[in-house]
């Protein structure tokens, strides 16, 4: 049954509906709200998905970049613009030289799906990647002690294989940023469920380099 929900969710509509219903679209606006973007930033989207959420954005300077040809032909067709750039690429150093600096980039739920050595590879990236005071936001499902059966259930039966805690989360951004923070947040889905939202700054290349 649930490995059936899993393959659904490879529907862009279904997995639209399904987000909102469990409210997981409500977690990525905090994450919106967190970064305070303004008319004029350039956002990149790792792991965008259908974006549904790019209706909440300002008028932003966006790339988004995701490995469903299904999901990416989604998102052009609903919000394909001029201020919107969708890409069925997995992004990488190769788009450093391509793309301006970003203002943010955006990580919503993608972590948990890399392994340690992909997700450090990742905010390697991003980290370079970024202007001058821009920022990083990631979400994902997590394990925290608090959590209770449910919620602890949704982390262990998510399709991400690398659910972590929010300790080893930062362990990784530690990696590659100088300020790296957090916040459990586990009132904003429907469903009880626990989830890390992490902002990093100040990537430690720019550090080394001063």
Known sequence: ???????????????????????????????LDELA????DTVIDVGCGPAYYFARLPRVRYYGFDTSARYVAHARKRWGSDLAEFRC????????TELPQADAILLLGL??????ADCRQLLDVAARALAPN????????CFEPGQGR????????????????????VALGRDHFASVD????????????????????TPVLAVTDN
Request: with cysteine; glycine share 8%.
């Open 134 to 141: 821009g920022r990083v936001i990631a979400v994902d499902p």
């Open 182 to 201: 957090g916040t459990v947040v586990d009132d904003a889905t429907r469903i009880p469920s626990s989830h890390w939202m992490m902002r990093m700054r």
């Open 1 to 31: 049954m649930l490995a059936a929900v899993k393959n659904l969710l490879g529907h862009e509509a279904l997995y639209v509906a399904l987000q909102r219903a469990v409210g997981a679209d409500r977690l990525r606006y905090r994450c």
């Open 111 to 116: 972590l948990h799906h890399l392994s340690d």
């Open 150 to 169: 449910i919620s602890r259930w949704m982390s262990e039966n998510d399709r991400g294989e690398y659910v972590r805690t929010p300790e080893e989360f």
């Open 37 to 40: 973007l303004t008319d004029g």
């Open 89 to 96: 690429e997995v992004f990488g150093e190769q788009h450093l």
